[in-house]
Nanobody, 115 residues
């Protein structure tokens, strides 16, 4: 499975960005799609996840500001990011978990929020 993330860029604090991730098709069904991020000098952290039933889950730090969504086929996952803060600056990665628990990762897209 291949994932391709896009949509990153430079934005001022308070602004918005929408990340997209295309997911190649697989004969093995998807359990969930998620976004993670890694800031400079820090470990990768969970941002948001959406299950195959469309149920979202968010990290506390982005709750109320970010929205994860996907198409019905699970071929694309989006992350709408509003009211961005400088601490949201990171490389954002999309991931896919199969029904067997195997994870696939995209290459990452850089989001930079200026103060």
């Amino acid at each position: 499975v291949q994932l391709q993330a896009s949509g990153g860029g430079l934005v001022q604090a308070g602004g918005s960005l929408r990340l997209s991730c295309s997911v190649s098709k697989s004969i093995i069904s998807t359990s969930s799609l998620a976004w993670y991020r890694q800031a400079p000098g820090k470990q990768r952290e969970f941002v948001a996840q959406i299950s195959d039933r469309g149920n979202p889950n968010y990290a506390e730090s982005v709750q109320g500001r970010f929205t994860i969504s996907s198409d019905n086929a699970g071929n694309t996952v989006w992350l709408q990011m509003n009211n961005l803060k400088p601490e949201d600056t990171a490389v954002y990665y999309c991931s896919r978990r199969s029904i067997f628990g195997n994870d696939s990762w995209g290459q990452g897209t850089l989001v930079t929020v200026s103060s």
